[in-house]
């Protein structure tokens, strides 16, 4: 969802929060990598001094890098765009679940369940919509809010008692577009506790600007480093590949660590074509920077 979509009305926003609903609880169960690992190691070690990051999961933080600045913002927390007042990503899981019940009981059944991330990501993406495993939206047509079948496939008939005593809705399919205007609908979000204005996460959407405080932010770490480190990144973004210039003009050497092409090629010192986590883990590992020269 673009920036511009997300502001456009309530109904998109409450497709955004029902979808992340369901996504959350996986999501934020995600643990660092080696790569996370190695790089908060590093840094502990006084080798990194900072780190740029455009991923909105705060991993890094979670494997202890302490200098992160995070480009693109965080999933893990939830920013008023009205008064600015920041609260945690997990008080809104909350707040989510205490408003939408029918919602949060489906989505603890599929937590009891072995991880299907799949499964979870199409169930996400069809809630609110008539082939929603549950539906989360009492329409005015509708006796009420359902919740219960595990099926996921489309049923037809009378309504039917689900597990929890509740109503199983046929299923139906209607078109791609139905289903479009459908996602989300009857999902309540609430409003900023402070202000009563629209909550968003602390994420930098499509179509949105990096605030310019973080952009200059960025700029000085990179344009101050005597070597800027790629790890895992095209630097297809513009965003990130200003960085990468701007270090390279300051007189930082450059060193990509990515498997394929990346924008950045052809300014790089070094590149290593190889996974992250390998080569991060064998440098954090190494006793000292000074490696042997090889002829
Ligand atoms: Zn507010």
């Known amino acids: 969802m673009t920036h511009q979509q997300f502001m456009a009305s309530p109904a998109n926003r409450a497709r955004y929060w029902a979808r992340s609903f369901y996504g959350w609880p996986r999501f934020s169960a995600t643990r660092p990598n080696a790569a996370h690992v190695a790089l908060a190691e590093l840094e502990q070690r006084g080798w990194i001094s900072g780190l740029i990051t455009q991923n909105v999961d705060r991993l890094h933080s979670a494997a202890g890098s302490r200098n992160v600045l995070e480009l693109h913002g965080t999933s893990h927390e939830v920013v008023c765009l009205g008064c ?3 609260t945690a990503r997990a008080d809104m899981q909350r707040a989510l679940a205490d408003l939408n019940p029918a919602a949060a009981a489906h989505l603890a059944t599929l937590l009891t369940r072995p991880a ?6 199409e169930q996400a993406l069809r809630v609110g919509t008539s082939r929603d495993n549950i539906r989360v939206a009492a329409s005015a047509s509708s006796s009420g809010v359902a919740a219960g079948s595990q099926s996921g496939a ?13 109503t199983v809705v046929p299923l139906q399919r209607p078109d791609g ?10 999902f309540t979000v609430p409003p900023c506790g402070n202000c009563g204005g629209v909550l968003k996460p ?12 973080r952009k200059d932010r960025a700029s000085q770490l990179a344009s101050s480093c005597d070597a800027l480190v790629v790890v895992g990144s095209s630097v297809m973004v513009y965003s990130a590949f200003r960085l990468v210039e701007e270090a390279k003009r300051a007189g930082a050497r450059l060193v990509m660590v990515n498997v394929g092409p990346t924008r950045a090629d052809k300014l790089a010192d070094a590149k290593v074509e190889a996974r992250a986590g390998e080569v ?16």
């Open 280 to 295: 991060l883990t064998r440098l954090a590992r190494h006793p000292q920077l000074l490696l042997p020269k090889i002829n």
């Open 202 to 213: 602390d994420v930098v959407f499509f179509g949105d600007n990096i605030p310019q405080e």
């Open 177 to 186: 577009d139905v289903e479009l205007v459908d996602a989300g609908r009857g």
């Open 116 to 121: 299907d991330p799949a499964a979870e990501r």
């Open 154 to 166: 489309a049923a037809s008939g009378p309504a039917t008692a689900g597990p929890a005593g509740s």
């Open 84 to 86: 600015g007042r920041r």
